[in-house]
C-alpha cells in the first residue's frame, strides 16, 4: 500500500500563486508515476499535471501549461506543483495519485491506484 497526504492547498485572490505538495509512504517503489487531478463541485475529476519520479516525463492539461510546474523530490519521496497565476477556474479540491502503469504519464482516473485526501484550492476574482 501506497499512503499520500496533500498539504498546501487555500485561498488566494486571482494572479496569485500556491504550492501544492504530497508526500508519499509505504510501498512508493511499486508506483512509477504522480499525478495531480483536480475536481470542482459538479465536474468531473480531471488530471491536471503527471510526472515519473525522475521527473524525466511529464504531462499538463492544456489550460495550465505555463502557469503550473510539477517536481518531485525522490530523497523525500514528495511531488510538487507549483501553481502560478491561479484564475477562478482553477478553484478545485486537488488530489494526489499514484500509479503502478510503468509507461505513460497515464493521464485517466483509473490509471491511478492511490489518492490523497485532496486540499482545496479557492481563487477569487
Known amino acids: 500500500q501506497v499512503q499520500l497526504v496533500e498539504s498546501g492547498g487555500g485561498l488566494v485572490q486571482a494572479g496569485g500563486s500556491l504550492r501544492l505538495s504530497c508526500a508519499a509512504s509505504?510501498?512508493?517503489?511499486?508506483?512509477?508515476?504522480m499525478g495531480w487531478f483536480r475536481q470542482a463541485p459538479g465536474k468531473e475529476r480531471d488530471v491536471v499535471a503527471a510526472?515519473?519520479?525522475?521527473?524525466?516525463?511529464?504531462y499538463y492539461q492544456e489550460s495550465v501549461k505555463g502557469r503550473f510546474t510539477i517536481s518531485t523530490d525522490t530523497a523525500k519521496n514528495t511531488v510538487f506543483m507549483q501553481m502560478n497565476n491561479l484564475k477562478p477556474e482553477d478553484t478545485a479540491v486537488y488530489y494526489c495519485?499514484?500509479?503502478?502503469?510503468?509507461?505513460?504519464?497515464?493521464?485517466?482516473?483509473?490509471?491511478?491506484?492511490?489518492w490523497g485526501q485532496g486540499t482545496q484550492v479557492t481563487v477569487s476574482s
Open positions: 509505504g510501498r512508493t517503489s511499486s508506483t512509477y508515476f
Open positions: 510526472i515519473n519520479w525522475n521527473g524525466g516525463s511529464t
Open positions: 495519485a499514484a500509479s503502478r502503469i510503468r509507461f505513460g504519464p497515464p493521464t485517466a482516473v483509473y490509471d491511478y491506484n492511490y
